[in-house]
Protein backbone atom coordinates (compact mmCIF):
# COMPACT_ATOMS: atom_id res chain seq x y z
CA UNK A 1 0.00 0.00 0.00
CA UNK A 2 2.47 2.34 0.96
CA UNK A 3 4.63 1.86 -2.47
CA UNK A 4 1.19 2.52 -4.49
CA UNK A 5 0.75 5.56 -2.20
CA UNK A 6 4.30 6.60 -3.55
CA UNK A 7 3.36 5.47 -7.26
CA UNK A 8 6.33 2.96 -7.18
CA UNK A 9 4.81 -0.63 -7.14
CA UNK A 10 6.76 -3.45 -8.00
CA UNK A 11 5.68 -6.45 -10.29
CA UNK A 12 3.84 -9.66 -8.37
CA UNK A 13 7.28 -11.58 -8.75
CA UNK A 14 9.40 -8.81 -7.03
CA UNK A 15 6.46 -7.86 -4.23
CA UNK A 16 6.57 -11.44 -2.88
CA UNK A 17 11.09 -11.92 -3.06
CA UNK A 18 10.54 -8.50 -1.13
CA UNK A 19 7.55 -9.49 1.20
CA UNK A 20 9.09 -12.55 1.39
CA UNK A 21 12.81 -11.01 2.35
CA UNK A 22 11.39 -8.64 4.87
CA UNK A 23 9.91 -10.87 6.41
CA UNK A 24 12.67 -13.14 7.40
CA UNK A 25 15.48 -10.18 7.85
CA UNK A 26 17.21 -11.40 4.82
CA UNK A 27 18.88 -9.38 2.11
CA UNK A 28 17.85 -9.35 -1.60
CA UNK A 29 21.12 -9.56 -3.76
CA UNK A 30 20.41 -7.84 -7.35
CA UNK A 31 21.17 -5.47 -9.58
CA UNK A 32 17.52 -3.59 -9.62
CA UNK A 33 18.50 -1.55 -6.31
CA UNK A 34 16.31 1.15 -7.72
CA UNK A 35 12.78 -1.06 -7.95
CA UNK A 36 13.37 -2.74 -4.55
CA UNK A 37 15.49 -0.02 -2.50
CA UNK A 38 11.64 1.68 -2.88
CA UNK A 39 10.88 -0.75 -0.47
CA UNK A 40 11.18 0.21 3.46
CA UNK A 41 12.60 -2.16 5.65
CA UNK A 42 14.74 -4.21 3.26
CA UNK A 43 17.57 -5.00 3.19
CA UNK A 44 19.49 -5.01 -0.61
CA UNK A 45 22.94 -5.39 -2.34
CA UNK A 46 24.31 -5.27 -5.73
CA UNK A 47 26.87 -7.51 -6.13
CA UNK A 48 27.81 -6.78 -9.64
CA UNK A 49 29.63 -3.63 -9.06
Same mark, same amino acid.
Given at each position: ? $?????????G #?A $??????? #?? #??? #?T????N?? $???? +????? +???W??
Amino acid at each position: A $DLKKRGAQLG #AA $DLMIAAH #AR #AIG #ATVVTNNVK $DFGR +VKGLR +VENWTK
